[in-house]
Antibody, heavy 115, light 113 residues
């Protein structure tokens, strides 16, 4: 069974940094592209970033480009999202999802950016 | 690529057909394999999204056959042939044509009339 468990969400002040992690199990992690997708409270889904199986191709939404960095460690079956220069509009539930299109999702980790 | 869904909300009687539309700002049809890079998701309150349809019309394993997807190029449709109570949810379309870049529609809230 595919399992994706996000962690690292927290309450942070604007301008600060945060690193999210996603622990994957139940599938061959190194074979699949991975995504981060977020959902602000009461709002729709926003695709944030994706990374191919070997980190050879990476993409970001315009709203986070230059501030967020997606990475993966295939040896640890883990996906990461380094978030810098956080803004209030980054407040959301952040989901980790596997595949293109994403076919399995975690439960999410909540990031709140507020002073 | 911008994905625009219509309507924003929809109320349908139990057993009736529900139709949700999605339009992309440019074609998401990849001619070499004749595939449309569109997926549809269902999201219920407090849950992560669930993949229903990919390649615009291929049903994900385990998805009831009352769900179907159609369309090509820039115009796509998700149809629920006979609405059940458990289908109340928000539905999203997504394009993955310019992988690894992607984008979602704004969502359509489906309710029972």
């Amino acid at each position: 069974e595919v399992q994706l468990v996000e962690s690292g969400g927290d309450l942070v002040q604007p301008g600060r940094s945060l690193r999210l992690s996603c622990a994957a199990s139940g599938f061959k992690f190194e074979d699949f592209a991975m995504n981060w997708v977020r959902q602000a409270p009461g709002k729709g889904l926003e695709w944030v970033a994706a990374i191919t199986w070997n980190s050879g191709s990476i993409g970001y939404a315009d709203s986070v480009k230059g501030r967020f960095t997606i990475s993966r460690d295939n040896a640890k079956n883990s996906l990461y999202l380094q978030m810098n220069s956080l803004k209030s509009e980054d407040t959301a539930l952040y989901y980790c999802a596997v595949g293109l299109p994403p076919e399995s999702w975690g439960q999410g980790t909540l990031v709140t950016v507020s002073s | 690529i911008v994905m625009t869904q219509s309507p924003d909300s929809l109320a349908v009687s139990l057993g009736e057909r529900a139709t949700i539309n999605c339009k992309s700002s440019q074609s998401v049809l990849y001619s070499p394999n004749n595939r449309n890079y569109v997926a549809w998701y269902q999201q219920k309150p407090g849950q992560p999204p669930k993949l229903l349809i990919y390649w615009a019309s291929t049903r994900q394993s385990g998805v009831p056959d009352r769900f179907s997807g159609s369309g090509s190029g820039t115009d796509f449709t998700l149809t629920i042939s006979s609405l059940q109570a458990e289908d109340v949810a928000v539905y999203y379309c997504q394009q993955f044509y310019n992988t690894p870049l992607s984008s979602f529609g704004q969502g359509t809230k489906l309710e029972i009339k």
